[in-house]
């Protein structure tokens, strides 16, 4: 019997921690074959090329040149927008690593490049995956709840100053922005994923508790399109961390709470006063579970790729997180909400998220100071 190759051919660079679970997750889906790796780190890019049975490549030329569909970016996101635009050059799909870019204008270029070519990037938000997630999603649309009013997101972590002290980190020049952007666009992601468009952001940027350049805490109000108001919170500084969303309907609260992945177990629906459970049977969780994560995700992704469909909802919407990210940098600048149409012409702000922050640690020079060195950039 002839064996087929495999229908789809996919490639990594950079082996940082995340991309084991990209390694994993391109194993469990059938028809896609690992054939190369690139890191600049020799010894790293031998040791996963050896782990995973596949090729190392010495830099993303050499990997592209294998023959790759798609381009698995895990590299820090200084590097993302360079290497999208030579796998969409090359006519090879990307998958990339959240933030996708350190700026709107280069997610722009990204998403422009990969148009140009026919081809789809895919920014992965693994929380948006999982059976819980799809299911509140759908009931949140159908309007089974009632109207959606308002919403909490929290994104509680705790980082202690040697995280920032890697060199590309908590610098608005290599890692883009702080905590909002690296850790709690995952949680507004997913806020946004179930209410829809954003229209408004108003935000602040605090320095507490650590030595960096970025902020360490953030707080900010949003409003949605359907009138939702939430209250965002991400913070780099609390040691019993949590992640976590909670949206208040005319019928019921809807919670999830976990760290950094949801099951079943983490969501969970209360009915309003008056309202009772055996009302709504269409509530209840479906009974075949899938838990949140880079496998469910990556997984719909190669699904639509290898039948030639457009993206799943799962992916769509690759820019609403970084720009509702982007409209709180830029309203902690202004002191003003932002809006969408307010966003599109903060050219400054679509080029880079850097921005005053207001430190309140012990010594600060005043509050609303940036550290020494640091510029706004200019348009």
């Not at 980082?159 to 590309?168: A, E, G, T």
């Not at 990556?298 to 639509?304: G, L």
């Not at 149409?341 to 998220?353: G, I, M």
């Not at 010594?363 to 950039?377: F, H, K, L, T």
Request: hydrophobic share 40%.
């Amino acid at each position: 019997m002839t064996s087929h190759p495999p229908l789809l051919r996919a490639g990594i660079i950079g082996t940082g921690s995340v991309s084991e679970l990209h390694a994993r997750a391109i194993a469990a889906c059938p028809g896609v074959e690992l054939v190369g790796v690139s890191d600049l780190d020799p010894e790293r890019r031998r040791a996963f090329a050896e782990q995973w049975n596949t090729v190392p490549a010495h830099d993303l030329a050499a990997l592209l040149d294998l023959g790759l569909d798609v381009l698995h970016i895990c590299t820090p996101p200084a590097a993302h927008a360079q290497q999208a635009l030579a796998a969409f050059a090359a006519g090879v799909y990307v998958v990339c690593e959240k933030p996708a870019a350190l700026s709107l204008d280069e997610l722009d270029r990204m998403m422009a490049a990969a148009t140009n070519s026919g081809r789809q990037l895919a920014v992965v938000f693994q929380q948006r995956a999982g059976t819980a997630a799809a299911h509140v999603r759908r009931l949140l649309a159908a309007g089974a709840f009632g109207r959606p009013l308002v919403a909490t997101c929290q994104t509680l972590w705790y980082r202690p100053q040697p995280y920032f002290d890697v060199p590309w980190r908590g610098s608005w020049a290599s890692e883009g922005g702080g905590p909002t952007l690296g850790h709690g666009i995952h949680q507004i992601d997913l806020l946004a994923h179930l209410l829809g468009d954003w229209a408004s952001a108003s935000g602040q940027l605090w320095r507490v508790g650590r030595d960096t350049e970025t902020e360490d805490v953030s707080t900010a109000v949003l409003t949605f399109q359907n009138g939702v108001v939430a209250s965002v919170v991400t913070s780099a500084l609390s040691p019993r961390e949590t992640s976590s969303i909670r949206i208040d309907t005319e019928l019921a609260t809807i919670t999830v709470d976990h760290l950094y992945g949801h099951g079943h177990e983490n969501w969970r629906i209360t009915p309003a006063p008056g309202v009772l459970d055996e009302d709504h049977p269409e509530w209840r969780l479906p009974e075949r579970e899938e838990r949140s994560g880079h496998e469910a995700f990556i997984r719909e992704v190669y699904d639509a790729l290898g039948k030639g469909l457009p993206l799943p909802e799962i992916a769509s919407e690759p820019a609403r997180s970084l720009e509702l990210v982007t409209a709180i940098y830029s309203s902690s600048t202004t002191g003003c909400a932002v809006t969408p149409a307010s966003l599109r012409s903060d050219a400054a702000h679509r080029h880079s998220l850097e921005s005053p922050v207001t430190d309140l640690r012990p010594g600060a020079q005043r509050p609303g100071a940036q550290r020494p060195g640091a510029q706004r950039p200019t348009a």
